[in-house]
């Protein structure tokens, strides 16, 4: 029995032409020198040249998928948000997991914060949630990020990770001491993206239809159960295997085994903020659940797998200041900056219109009066007026503001965060430790002194001390005679 041949599609340029030759230059003769008029090849070799875009300078190795986010309990109560308005609502999401510090090319299985972002295609538009695996950060002021970040980065002499940069930092920034024993914690290595929490870290307000506000954190509980990795069995996935993690989800969704989160959220009526005890807006510390219970919302899961990891992992662009209905943002600093920072950024690696990629590009019409840039692949509004307010049926405004505004007072100029009772750098970092059991604050102290050790100024080693026992006595004293046994 013969077979069928198979119709193939004709291979085109760029332009839809059919290519002649896709095997051989078109050249002056059979030896001569080649052609700048064959399309073909100038069209092939100037993508190639541009087929990498710029990396992000945070959050650049990452991973994704697809899924839905299950409303199971009323919480309109809380927010008049759409797409959290009825039990059983189901709302598309896409969910990118990363590493911080690395580039595109590091292991996933390395001890640094995760990236947890998740973009929300809600019928009022896109809500972005960007968040890590970790409820707090490393500082709580946006003017502090490119300093921290460079002192985590390469150093630009050696062109590696130096503890020197790293712990200097940490030892002028006492606020980075709750991350920081985080970080150096048993959950400072999921074992995979499946079997970590995901947090939305910053401080949101929530606003119900009756105009009631709240201040809101976000909490994603792994259903699958908290896993890590010891430093030694790290090193060792990560030598044997760099994509780790992104296999790890990859599969796990081709195989049918949709990883999923329990939503909740803590909330604080908007007129208990300014007595709480601590700032609530402080990105380096928590609301303990005693005083703020959990309140659960739904269920998010992931069953889809990306088609093409460029397109819709790399291409992928959350920002915080894309808010719904319902939802909007809070006095907290890092939050403010990183309200402008995201989208900036974004414009910047993939252009002024990344919010019409397919992965970026909201399920609810979006019309207004944004035209041109580089890479407008629509009918850029076809003749239709490009201003606001017009005569001629264009898009108007609402009148009716997404959240509530935020009361201010005071002077305009620099100030540090006002005080509350309890704040103070060390509290929520020595309350940490005490929460471990024995076996987890030692392997925590033995973590912190393998990188301490290295440190070749004895006044930030020094300086690091004092900060971890100013947290807990028992923890300055762990942690000075690991770095002497080190050393």
Same mark, same amino acid.
Request: net charge negative; charged share 20%.
């Given at each position: ?26 050249? !002056? $003769?059979?030896? /001569?020198? @080649?052609?700048?008029? =064959? ?6 070799? *100037?993508? &190639?040249?541009? +087929? ?10 990452? !991973? $994704?998928?697809? /899924?839905? @986010?299950?409303?199971? =309990? ?6 008049? *948000?759409? &797409?959290?308005? +009825? ?16 580039? @595109?090319?590091?292991? =996933? ?379």
């Amino acid at each position: 029995m013969t077979s069928r041949p198979i119709e193939r599609p004709t291979l085109t340029t760029e332009s839809g032409a059919p290519v002649a030759d896709n095997q051989n230059s078109a050249s !002056a $003769g059979p030896g /001569g020198p @080649l052609l700048i008029q =064959d399309q073909q090849l100038i069209e092939k070799l *100037a993508r &190639f040249n541009r +087929e990498r875009i710029p990396e992000r300078v945070v959050h650049a190795r990452g !991973a $994704g998928a697809y /899924g839905y @986010l299950e409303v199971t =309990d009323d919480v309109t109560s809380y927010t008049h *948000a759409a &797409f959290l308005n +009825e039990i059983g609502k189901r709302t598309e999401v896409f969910l990118r997991f990363s590493t911080v510090a690395d580039s @595109l090319g590091g292991a =996933d299985a390395v001890r640094d914060p995760r990236g947890f972002a998740v973009k929300f295609y809600t019928e009022e538009g896109n809500y972005d949630l960007v968040g890590n695996n970790t409820p707090v950060f490393f500082i709580k002021d946006p003017l502090k990020f490119p300093d921290f970040i460079h002192s985590q980065k390469r150093d630009p002499f050696t062109g590696v990770q130096e503890p020197d940069n790293v712990w200097d930092f940490w030892s002028h920034s006492p606020e980075a001491l709750h991350q920081v024993t985080w970080l150096m914690g048993d959950r400072g290595i999921p074992a995979s993206y499946r079997h970590m929490d995901g947090f939305g870290s910053h401080t949101y307000q929530w606003v119900n239809a009756e105009g009631q506000a709240y201040w809101v954190k976000y909490h994603f509980k792994t259903d699958q159960g908290i896993r890590c990795l010891t430093s030694s069995e790290a090193a060792e996935l990560a030598g044997k295997d760099a994509n780790s993690h992104q296999q790890d989800l990859h599969r796990a969704i081709e195989r049918g085994l949709f990883p999923s989160w329990t939503l909740y959220v803590q909330l604080m009526p908007v007129e208990e903020a300014a007595s709480y005890r601590f700032n609530p807006f402080d990105l380096t510390k928590v609301w303990p659940h005693a005083d703020y219970p959990r309140i659960k919302v739904g269920k998010l899961v992931l069953d889809r797998n990306p088609e093409n990891i460029f397109g819709e992992v790399e291409q992928a662009a959350f920002s915080p200041n894309n808010f719904v209905p319902g939802i909007g943002p809070s006095p907290d600093k890092m939050l403010q900056g990183r309200l402008f920072a995201y989208g900036d950024a974004h414009r910047y690696r993939l252009g002024v219109n990344h919010t019409q990629l397919p992965v970026n590009a909201p399920h609810a019409k979006a019309t207004n009066n944004g035209r041109d840039g580089a890479m407008r692949f629509d009918g850029n509004g076809g003749r239709a007026k490009n201003y606001e307010p017009d005569s001629f049926g264009g898009p108007v405004q609402t009148n009716r503001p997404l959240a509530q505004g935020i009361d201010v007072t005071g002077q305009a100029g620099a100030h540090a965060p006002v005080a509350h009772r309890d704040d103070n750098d060390f509290v929520q970092a020595g309350a940490l430790y005490r929460l471990m059991d024995a076996a987890a604050q030692a392997r925590l102290v033995a973590n912190i002194a393998g990188g301490l050790s290295k440190v070749s100024d004895d006044a930030i080693v020094q300086r690091m001390i004092g900060y971890f026992s100013a947290a807990d006595p028992a923890y300055g004293h762990a942690v000075e005679t690991a770095v002497k046994e080190h050393r």
